[in-house]
């Protein structure tokens, strides 16, 4: 998202430092986690109708050093803005955060975040109130992440932290020098999967999409890799009839490509193969059986000949007796076969 | 919740991107721990439309022993129903509310792993979401394992009504099952369930590396600058790639052990309820023999114009065992069921992509 634009970084202190302690020049990165943009989104949503924009709170975790913070969470906070004033629900931010490290200790204070890209006198005054002393995000910097939500255009965000300005103490606390910092949208291994089905439906006009299964995700997978080798082979044919221009680093990476394909022994590959299938496929067939034979278990042990009069009550359980053997057969074929698994 | 909604049965579920999202990130952060937290949202006229969740609180024991370990666990796998955390959701619900999120509780969310959801904390969970709090509601379940191997494992659950009757009255004999015909495949109904993206978001997601670029890119000079090539598209977020990873051996691994456990269970059930038959059948006999004895002398008693002894007086001397609860043998079945279906999926997509990578290394062999 924003991970295209370069910085000249200043070499600064991050924010004011206790005296003596040899302030950190690093520049600061911000990562953000993708659920903390979408709750922001759905935040500005949910906005009052008279309302430009709207913020919150984010959380999140900061490195040892302060100078890597990670953006994990955010929540809304009530505020009124008008052309005069800003009013801030601070006994809401605070009683929300104690919520909040309630269920994830771990994620701390780390800044706040505004629906708009402008920046005017209220962020300032909101930026001194979030790294305050006490309540704020002091000695770090608070981090102020704003997020463009224009209709019609491209959503922009943009990190900043903030430098004190002013001459006189009274200028100072209702003004500061935003800079902006790097920052980039990370999603990690897990969320791929949520990600993949959120973003399957956003080309939709309804926009929604039901869950899909493993086998559908397999053949839209294969398909779009497919789709893709078509186009490089396109492309080489073109070079080889001399229609497309060459270039040898796609050549070198394309001859580095191939070369990771593994030379085994035909042999090999057959023999794994039938291992392989044989397991899967035997690990499938007994799970069936094993669910058919709960079943058939189940069915006896409320089947009407076992009714609770003592007259039936030898014959059930006699019954009972069967459906315990063949259970234990389904235990004994199981520890067989985990064995096999194992030894695959 | 309005009451002429009460009427039209919960038909789906639509859970919003957000929540998708927040869910994974809690189940991730917790795994191998059952992580559970609270589902808000508005009931639209038969579809639950599930718009913001917020995780329950951890309780925090020092993990010093695995004893303590399992009890953190089951303490955060009865998170929805402890009395701390229905204060700390109420708190919650009312702070949301002043920003405009859709302030009503519409049911709680877990985590699974390879689907081992189906247990007591779990019902016990839905049980008291559906009496206490209000009968639309759902249960979430998030399987990380799964999801970890390529598509995305959420489903919706909510117990059926002929379960709810049984569970209050908490009678799971045989005699009553038979009555209410109640199966094991009844327990749980499963809603459909679908993501559901605000305006915004969809705007968001058009803007992230999805398609290659359609036109063509200047050339690189060299190797190492097409791999540092900022135009270089990152892998698209869909379709997924991680669904061509061709691992079998951990998930047929974990879940043989799962489903041996779920057989232990069972057995462990069936003696149980064997040794019941047994001791039952051993006071009937006894029963049998005294009722017998008794006429007998009430016979020779008669004979000789005594008065007779009376021939009830079995119900005080005998006392007949308690029929175990059927229940655990309920949801051990709808387990193995479970995991039966799992292992089906699994094959289906194992087989096809192990075919696909014999064919390719040996081109021609078959």
Known sequence: MADKDSFLHLARPLGPAPVGAQPSTAPLTVTIQPQAIFSILDHSLRRPADQDRVIGTLLGTRSEDGTEIEIRNCYAVPHTETAEQVEVDMDYQKQMLALHLRANPREVLVGWYATSSELNTFSALIQNFYGQQGDGTWPHPAVHLTVSTVPGEPIDSRTYISAPVGVTAERAADSCLFIPVPHELKYGEAERSGLELISSAKDREDRSQGIITDLESLERAIQHVLDMLERVTKYVNDVLDEEAEPSSALGQFLLNALSLAPKVDAADIERDFNAHIQDVLVVSYLSNTIRTQIDLSNRLATAALTLGSSDALAEGGAQREGGGDRQKGGDRRGKGRQQRAQEA | MADFTKDTPLKAVQVEALVVMKIIKHSQQTFPTVATGSLVGLDNNGTLEITN????????????????????????????????????????????????????????????????????????????????????????????????QGSLSLRAYRLSPAFMIAYKENKFTTESLQKSGLRYQDILVELPLTIHNSHLTTSLLHQLPSE???????????????????????????PNYDSLDLSIDPFLEKTCDLLLESIENHHTELNNHQYYQRSLAREQAKITAWQ?????????????????????????????????????TLLNSRQVEQYARQVDGFTASVSTKMFAVKSNLLPGGE
């Not at chain 2, 060299?222 to 698209?236: E, R």
């Not at chain 2, 004895?293 to 006392?319: H, V, Y």
Request: aromatic share 8%.
């Open chain 2, 292 to 328: 017998q004895k008794r006429k007998a002398e009430n016979a020779a008693r008669a004979a000789s114009k005594q008065p007779l002894l009376p021939e009830d007086e079995w119900q005080r001397l005998f006392k007949l065992p308690q029929e175990p609860s059927r229940l655990e």
């Open chain 2, 53 to 148: 969740c917020f995780p329950f609180p951890t309780i925090d024991v020092p993990a010093a022993d695995s004893h303590q370990h399992d009890t953190a666990a089951n303490l955060a796998a009865a998170a929805p129903r402890a009395k701390a955390n229905v204060a700390y959701q109420n708190e919650m619900i009312k702070f949301m509310r002043e920003v405009n999120v859709d302030a009503n509780n519409v049911g709680w969310y877990t985590s699974a792993n390879m689907g081992n959801f189906v247990n007591l904390n779990t019902i016990e969970n839905q049980f008291f979401y559906q009496k206490e709090m209000n009968e639309r509601t759902v249960a979430l379940v998030h399987d990380v394992s799964r999801s970890s």
């Open chain 2, 212 to 238: 290659p670029p359609k036109e063509a890119l200047s050339f690189p000079p060299n190797l190492a600058a097409l791999l540092q090539d900022p135009n270089t598209p990152q892998p698209p977020l869909f």
